[in-house]
């Protein structure tokens, strides 16, 4: 019990510390699984465009985030044979009127603009292990990266009401 009550107290020491926005979170140069804490991870479906979940950890789940000020992209790295290689999250056909989550304008850089749906600012989070992980909220939609729904092959929307925090340790 007292392990437990000084893990809580550590990890909301570690929370205000941090803050709760706005705040860069270390990623890995060549990507990382984007993973909820229920192993529900992002997936550029079959190599992209089409962002879906993918129960358990494969090539197609690792991205990268690229910042600018508050502003996020997030951008494909799980497999460089992909067209979508590098490409970022953003409106399904760059259309300002879908949100379904899916990969566009690379043009084999990362976000030379982001397109529509593809800005982001991050949300700190405490995971269930009482650590700290991150929510994306789209500047556009006015709500978060998330799964319609938990199972697998569910598309991502870029207008979730529920974030889902990812665990990007």
């Given at each position: 019990?007292?392990?437990?009550?000084?893990?809580?107290?550590?990890?909301?020491?570690?929370?205000?510390?941090?803050?709760?926005?706005?705040?860069?979170?270390?990623?890995?140069?060549?990507?990382?699984?984007?993973?909820?804490?229920?192993?529900?991870?992002?997936?550029?479906?079959?190599?992209?465009?089409?962002?879906?979940?993918?129960?358990?950890?494969t090539a197609n789940d690792?991205?990268?985030?690229?910042?600018?000020?508050?502003?996020?992209?997030?951008?494909?790295?799980?497999?460089?044979?992909?067209?979508?290689?590098?490409?970022?999250?953003?409106?399904?056909?760059?259309?300002?009127?879908?949100?379904?989550?899916?990969?566009?304008?690379?043009?084999?850089?990362?976000?030379?603009?982001?397109?529509?749906?593809?800005?982001?600012?991050?949300?700190?989070?405490?995971?269930?292990?009482?650590?700290?992980?991150?929510?994306?909220?789209?500047?556009?939609?006015?709500?978060?990266?998330?799964?319609?729904?938990?199972?697998?092959?569910?598309?991502?929307?870029?207008?979730?009401?529920?974030?889902?925090?990812?665990?990007?340790?």
């Amino acid at each position: 019990m007292k392990r437990r009550i000084l893990v809580v107290l550590g990890a909301s020491i570690l929370a205000i510390s941090l803050g709760f926005g706005g705040r860069e979170v270390a990623y890995a140069q060549s990507g990382t699984a984007f993973c909820g804490y229920t192993n529900e991870c992002m997936n550029a479906w079959g190599g992209g465009p089409n962002i879906n979940v993918n129960n358990g950890v494969t090539a197609n789940d690792y991205f990268a985030v690229s910042q600018s000020g508050n502003d996020y992209n997030i951008y494909f790295t799980g497999s460089s044979s992909s067209p979508y290689a590098l490409d970022c999250i953003g409106d399904a056909g760059n259309s300002p009127t879908d949100a379904r989550a899916a990969l566009s304008q690379g043009n084999g850089q990362i976000c030379p603009t982001a397109p529509w749906g593809g800005v982001f600012t991050e949300r700190l989070c405490l995971l269930p292990n009482a650590t700290a992980g991150v929510a994306f909220y789209d500047t556009h939609w006015k709500g978060y990266l998330g799964p319609a729904s938990g199972g697998n092959g569910a598309a991502f929307y870029l207008n979730s009401t529920n974030p889902i925090c990812f665990d990007l340790s």
